[in-house]
């Protein structure tokens, strides 16, 4: 199979800077980043839809600071708190709803979209972005995970591209540069931190809590992916991601353990030579590289000294303990409608567990379970995607 980010294809849309950009999901962890990287380099970008959620607050704080032509909510209702907190000079058009977010993926005037909503509600402003033509940088690792397929014959038809933000895959983005002709590779190697509970049995895990899940040891993250960062589902799901990003089989995806997240993936190649991309672990770097790309632009953070990092380690993940990347796998392996229901029941679960409603352990166990209760069906809609999300979603929960 073919990649269909790297290399560059032809076909894709280079645009020039300034690039037009619409940010979706620029009120959470990686849409504050990207506001960083952007508001540092106001030559380089015009903000042209700036899209939260349901934190008002912090989508006027941007939008003052931008006054982008477009914002974007959840909610209707919460519309005139938002316009409260505008200066009157500035009337942006302000939609809402899930639609809005398709609707300012695929405006005209954007050049690049950063699709960083998290969770399922990503898929389809993701497959909006892909069907019109878009270069995408692309944090919404779910997305793939739903329905890369979908994704990857859209971007083929449109001639869209993926620039993969997630800093493991942007690692072998950069890793396989120059080396457009996928022939050569041997396997690709995701690093792992290992999350805050590396080291543990599957007993010790049993009673830990929603604060100590959610303290990451390197990165500071969205609480949905904080948690499965720390049970390796974050891994599974990246598994996943980087099959549908470089058109390659599960086997062919090794995970290694690296608490300190310095080397963010390798790419190793048929003669035994393995290239890593290396760096101090701040999401800043992977998306300016994606929203800057080709160019590389200057971020003023701290740099990357070898010598005062000293060791670094690896080791392998504990099956045992951490069977969501097994499950990830398995799910991958089974056909594209296990996937879709992997993610939709661990969303129920880690939502589960940070509202305090169920254990730790219960977080493996429903997605074990809802995959039990699966029997491959064709999704080959973002309807039929979305409607087994939807039903994966309500059985997950029922047997809570
Ligand atoms: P976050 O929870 O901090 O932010 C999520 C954003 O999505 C917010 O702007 C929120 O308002 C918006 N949002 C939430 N639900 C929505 C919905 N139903 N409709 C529309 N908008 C909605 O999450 P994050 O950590 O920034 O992660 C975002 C995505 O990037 C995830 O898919 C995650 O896996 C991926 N990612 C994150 C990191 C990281 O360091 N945080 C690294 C790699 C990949
Ligand atoms: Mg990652």
Known sequence: MQSYISPW??????????????????TGSIGTSALKVVEGHPDLFQVLALAGGRNIQRLAQQAVRLRPPYLALLEQDAVPRLRA????????????GPSAYDT?????????????????AGFRPTLAAARAGKVIALANKESLVLGGHLIREACQASGALVLPVD???NALFQALA???????????????????????????????????????????MGAKISIDSSTLMNKGLEVIEACHLYGLPAEQVHVVVHPQSIVHSLVEYLDGSQLAHMGLPD??????????????????????????????????????????????????AAGASHPVVLNAANEVAV?????????????????????ERHTA???????????????TRRQTADQQ
Not at 85 to 96: A, K, S
Not at 190 to 199: D, E, K, N, Q, V
């Open 9 to 26: 294809p032809e076909t894709a849309p280079k645009p020039d800077f300034p690039r037009s950009v619409v940010l979706l999901g620029s």
């Open 85 to 96: 907190l505008l200066p009157p000079d500035y009337l942006p058009e302000i939609l809402t």
């Open 104 to 120: 300012l993926a695929a405006l005209d005037q954007a050049d690049m979209i950063l699709s960083a909503i998290v969770g399922a």
């Open 167 to 169: 800093s493991e895959h």
């Open 178 to 220: 120059g080396h457009g002709d996928d022939s050569g590779i041997y396997r690709l190697i995701l690093t792992a931190s290992g999350g805050p509970f590396r080291g543990r049995t599957r007993e010790q895990l049993r009673g830990v809590t929603r604060n100590q899940a959610l303290a990451h040891p390197n990165w500071s």
């Open 283 to 332: 999401m800043q770097v992977p998306i300016a590289h994606c929203l800057c790309y080709p160019r590389r632009v200057s971020l003023g953070l701290e740099r990357l000294d070898l010598a005062r990092a000293g060791t670094l380690t690896f080791e392998e993940p504990d099956p045992e303990a951490f069977p969501c990347l097994r499950l990830a796998k398995e799910a991958f």
């Open 351 to 371: 939502d589960l567990f940070l509202h305090e409603k169920i254990g730790y352990l219960k977080i493996p166990a429903m997605i074990e379970a809802a995959l």
């Open 377 to 391: 069906t064709a999704v080959d809609t973002p309807e039929a995607i979305l409607e087994l999300d939807r039903e």
